[in-house]
C-alpha cells in the first residue's frame, strides 16, 4: 500500500445486498469492504451461495447494492441509472461467462466484434480488431466458425477474446472455466493470466475451485456474505 | 450502434426465424391490400363523379350579383355607400376580367314584360345574354335556332314551359291555371311584349298621368321567336323558365321603352330615380381551373360584390365522398388491426426466446435505446415488407377490379376506372404499414429494454 505507483480501481466499503424472499431475508451480502489495485488479478472463493456471483454482479453493476458504496475506476456505480450503466460497461468493462453465452446465430469473429458494434465502430475496423484478438487467443484457424463448430475451451477463447476487445480496465469473470474440464480449464486460466498481465489489466474472477484460485495474485476468501479472509496467491 | 448495424442485427434476426416472419408478414399484406383497394374503390368513384361533373362545366362557373341582392337588410349608411360604386357596369365587366384565372366573363340582363298573343298573354322572365353565349349556356333548341348577333332587332328564345303560363286575357285559361294548353304557337303566331307594364294597366284602367292627361297606351313591340328551347312543359331545368334574348338588343329596346323612368329590376338612385345607365342583373365569370375558382370568388368579393358558385357543393360533394373513403378504409383498416396484432404478438414470442441474449447484449454494453431500436426496426421490416407486398398486390387487384367493371359496362363514365390508386395513396400506405409495424412492436421494444441484464448470468 506504500507503494506510489499503485492506483485503486475498485474499492467497495461495507456493502450490503439483502434479497426478501417471502418473509425471510437473505443477507447475500453481509457488509464486504475492500479494494484492488490496477492490475492485480483476484480470485473470489467460497461455496455455493457464499455470495460470490452477488459480489461481481455488483461490482459490474448489474445489480443495485442494497447499501453501500462501489468506487470503480474513480466513478460510483452505486448512484448509476441503468442507463449511466450500460455506458460504464461498454467503456471500461469486459465480462466472461461461465457458459460462455456467445450469440448462437453468429460466428466466433462476429461475436468477438459485437461490444465494437455497441460502440458505434465501423464494421471493417472492428472485424480488424476481432482478427487480432482471436489471434492473440489461439483462434486464427476458427474465425468463421459457429458456436455449436467449437468445443468448450474454444468457445471460451471466443468468449475472452469478445471481454478483452474493447480493451478494458478491468474484467469480471464469474467462475469462467466452470463448464470446461480441468485441462481445458488450467490451459484456459493461463492463457487469461498471460493476456491481462501483458496489457497490465485487472481481473476479478469468480470460482469455487481453489486449485484454480491459486492463480491469481490475491484470494477473497467469502462465507454467509463476508469476507473471511485475503491471501497472496501461490504462484507466479 | 450505427443505424446500419442496427439494421443488420434486426434483418438477420427476422431471417433466422423465416417461417414465422413470413406468417406475420402476410398478415400485413392482407391488411396493406384491403386498405389500399377499399381506399382506391372511394378515390375512383370520386374521381368518376368529377369528371362528370366537369363535363356540364357547372365547377368553374362563378355568378357575380349586386351585394345584398338576395340578402337585404343592410345598414343604411353602407348601402348608401356601396350603391354608388357596387352596380354591375360594364367597368365591373372588365375589373374582373382582368383577375387572375379569370378565362371570360359575360353580363346578364333580367327584366320582365308581358307577353300578348291572340287574346292570351303571360308576364315573362326576359334573360338578355349575349347572342354567342347562349349556346354556352347549355341550353338546347328543339325548335328555331339561335338569334344572329347584331339582328338589329329583340329575337326571343322561349323556355320550354314558358307556354304553360300563357293564359287566355279574359277567362284565365291557360296550363298552369286549369291544364289547357293556350292556344298560341311560340314559332308561328305574332308576339308582342309590353316592356312598361306600369303604363299598359294605367292605361287600361283609365288613370291619369302624372301631368294630369289620360294615360297613353304604350307601345307594344312585336318581338320575333328565333327558338324554343327542348322539352316539354314539365320538363324543368334551369332555363326553362326564361325567354332568352341578345343582351345588347335588350339594352337598346329598354331605354328605348322606358327613357328617364324606372325599368322593372333596375336599381335606383338614392333620391329614387333612374340611372342613365342600365345595368346588369349578374356577370358569369368562367375560372380557367376548379382550383382557383375560391380564389376568384374571394377576390370578387373583395371587391364588394357577391359570387356564388358551385365550389361549396362540390367541396361538400368531396367531403361525402371523403367519408366514404373513410368508411371503406376503416373496413379495410380492421385487418391491418388484426395483423398489428399478429405482429405485436409476434414480437413477444422473440422477446421470451431471446431473454438471454437481450441479457447478453447488456452486460456487453449495449444502450438501452438501441436495444429497443432493434425491435422496433423488427417490427418496423415486417411492417415495411409487409406493406410493400400488400402494395403489389393491391395493384393487381386494382386491375382486375377495373377489368371486370369495364367488362361490366355499368354506364357510368368508367372511362378511368373504378380503382384508383394515386402515387400519394401508395407512399400514404407504405409509410403506415412501418408505423403500424413500429407501433405493435412499441410495448414488446419497451419490455425488451427493461429485461434484467441478469438473465444473461443465470445458467439455464
Ligand atoms: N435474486 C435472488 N433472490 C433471492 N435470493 C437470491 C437471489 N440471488 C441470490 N440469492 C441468494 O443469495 C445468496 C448468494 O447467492 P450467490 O451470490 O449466487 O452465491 P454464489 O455465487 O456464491 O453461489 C444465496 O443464498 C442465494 O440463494
Ligand atoms: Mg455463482
Redo the contacts between chains.
Sequence with gaps: MSDTNKKTVISVKDLYKIYRVGESKVRALNGVSFTIEKGEFCAIVGTSGSGK?TLL?ML?G??KPTKGEIVIVGEHMETKN??QL??F???H?G?I???F?L?A?MNAIENVA??L????M??EKRIKKAEEVLELVGLSKHKKHKPTQMSGGQQQRVGIA?ALV?QPEIIFA?EPTGNLDSRTSAEVMALIKKIIREKNQTLVMVTHDDHLASFADRIFRISDGKIISIENGTRE | ??FR?MLR?SG??LW?RKVRTILTVLGVVIGTASIVVMISLGLGLKRASMSEIEQYGGLTTITVSEQGSYYGGYDDSETEIQASTEHLSDDVVETIRGIEHVEDVYPVLDTEALALSGGYQSYISLRGVSAEKMKDLGIKLGQGEFPEPNAGQLQAVYGNMVIGEFHNEKTGQGYWYNGEMAEVDLMADTIMYVFDMDAYYNFLWGNTAEDGTSAPMPKKRIVKTAGVIEGSVEDYNSNSYYVFCDIDELKRVLKKEFKNKIIPGQPTTAGGKAYKEIFYTAIMVEVDDMNYVQQVQSEINALGYQASSNAEWVQSMQGQYNYIQLALGGIGAVSLIVAAIGIANTMMMSIYERT??IG?????????R?IQGLFLLEAGYIGFIGGVIGLGLSYGLSAIINLVVKNLNLGMNMAVGISYIPLWLALVSLVFAVFVGMAAGFFPSLRAMQL???A??R??
Design positions: 456471483s454482479n459490474a448489474l445489480e441503468e442507463n450500460v455506458k460497461r461498454r467503456e468493462i465480462f461467462f461461465q457458459s453465452n450469440l446465430s459485437m461490444p458494434t455497441f460502440q458505434g465501423a464494421k469478445r474493447v464469474d | 450502434m450505427k448495424d442485427m438477420s434476426s433466422k438471454k441474449e447478453i447484449m447488456k452486460v456487453l454494453g449495449c444502450d438501452m438501441n434484467s441484464p441478469l444473461a448470468i445458467n439455464e
